[in-house]
């Protein structure tokens, strides 16, 4: 018998539920019970299928097929889910939810549709892939490689010395940077449950031991990398993030600032917008090139513009994530003020830099400068409005979709800062 627990009886996808209890009484007499999180995505609006697994009694374990899409699910998509004891699969789709028998088989003597520890390896791999956060560890790749084109005058300064020392700030500060966000997982494993389910740790895929070691192992070979090269902004640079992003999450007496709004938003403004462009900068020119220390045009614009586009993440990063802040007493812009007004507010504050942006290029000596540094921040502030004007405040997927385009415009952004002069 297949039972749904805690859901309203009024909503489709529960109706559909209790429609199917007659047929699959027939397949199975085993006890199926959805999370409360997972009611309460239902009641976002959201496809079932944003859940990575169900649990289930007798030790049945219901997984999805193919889960590295698990966080674009949406109503246009569809995913099976197929317990590995007895190999019937769940369906689920805009259409409805559904038991079918057998659909391959994970079982082991069998041989599924793929050998168990391939299919292992790739899991787990997939699964660090969503616990490293990719859109941060991208943010900061590029974020570096960019800064660090600043200090160079000319192409031919690109030589091999430039590229070793680019690798020697890239790899430790990744390694931070999976410290930084894997540390909040640890700390947040009941908020993501509501928030974010299909992180590993939220879901179960990652047990609180292995996110402890992938942490702890990140940590110790950022710092030894740091130490390793001999470069002080370099080392300064993990230090400050090694301290605000243990500030930010750990649960200890004046620490969790995450709790607090503006310390929150502090934190991840210093790191992205000041220390990444400060520290490697210098890192690069003085250290890698052998140049004295100079602060250029560049640079300062690129701090202040990132000063903007950081203060947008901490506020917007939140909007997604009320319910979850809501119930467990995290006091973000977003629970204090509301998603409709702090959304409009870093829209806002992103089309203000963007026209930071063209004044920057109207007033540059160099034509091909002018050229591109106009057309791109005028064509990425209209890509923004566009965009903004499309999104429905009312679903957490319109929400987070969005969110990730913000992403993308800063990722665009570093493209466009090497060519301010």
């Known amino acids: 018998m297949l039972c749904l627990h805690n859901t309203n009886p009024a909503h489709p996808f529960t109706a559909q539920f209790c429609a199917m209890r007659t047929a699959a009484a027939a397949a199975s007499s085993h006890l199926v019970t959805l999370p409360s999180w997972h009611d309460k995505r239902l009641h976002n609006n959201l496809h079932p299928a944003c859940c990575v697994k169900l649990r289930t009694k007798d030790h049945h374990q219901v997984v999805a097929m193919n889960r590295n899409k698990a966080s674009k699910f949406g109503c246009n998509s569809t995913t099976r889910r197929i317990c590995r004891r007895c190999n019937r699969q769940v369906v689920f789709s805009k259409a409805g939810v559904s038991l079918q028998e057998g659909f391959g088989s994970f079982r082991e003597d069998e041989g599924s549709w793929h050998s168990s520890l391939t299919s292992g390896v790739v899991e787990k791999l997939e699964a660090f892939y969503r616990f490293s956060r990719p859109h941060t560890v991208i943010g900061t790749v590029i974020g570096i490689t960019s800064v660090s084109l600043l200090p160079l005058q000319t192409s031919s300064e690109i030589f091999p010395a430039f590229v070793l020392g680019l690798i020697k700030a890239v790899v430790p500060s990744v390694c ?3 410290y930084v966000v894997g540390l909040n997982q640890l700390f947040d494993v009941e908020i993501d449950k509501v928030n974010k389910p299909t992180l590993p740790l939220a879901s179960g895929e990652f047990s609180m031991a292995t996110g402890v070691t992938i942490v702890a192992a990140s940590l110790i070979t950022s710092f030894y990398l740091g130490v390793k090269f001999q470069s002080p902004p370099l080392l300064a640079a993990l230090l400050i993030s090694f301290l605000l992003g243990s500030a930010y999450s750990v649960e200890l007496p004046l620490m969790r600032w995450k709790r607090h709004a503006f310390l929150a938003a502090s934190c991840i403004l210093i790191v992205r917008a ?3 462009q400060l520290a490697f900068f210098i890192h690069m020119q003085k250290f890698v090139l ?5 602060i250029t ?22 909007i997604p ?36 942006g063209v004044l920057m290029g109207f007033s540059s000596p160099c034509l091909s400068s002018k050229i591109i540094t106009v057309a791109g921040h005028s064509t990425l502030a209209v890509m923004l409005w566009l965009q903004a004007q499309s999104v429905d405040l009312t679903t957490n997927t319109s929400i987070t979709s969005f969110y990730m385009f913000i992403w993308k415009l800063f990722y665009a952004e570093y493209f466009l800062i090497p060519f301010i002069r």
């Not at 052998?290 to 100079?294: C, D, L």
């Open 321 to 356: 994530d009320l319910d979850g802040d809501r119930d467990f007493g995290i006091q973000s812009f977003t629970v204090k003020l509301g998603q409709e007004k702090v959304f409009w507010v870093c829209v806002q504050l992103l089309l203000v830099a963007y026209g930071a």
């Open 274 to 276: 000041v220390v990444v």
């Open 290 to 294: 052998g140049k004295p220390v100079a």
């Open 297 to 318: 045009r560049t640079l300062v614009f690129a701090t202040a513009f990132m000063c903007f586009f950081s203060a947008v993440i901490a506020l917007f990063k939140d």
């Open 176 to 178: 931070m940077n999976i």
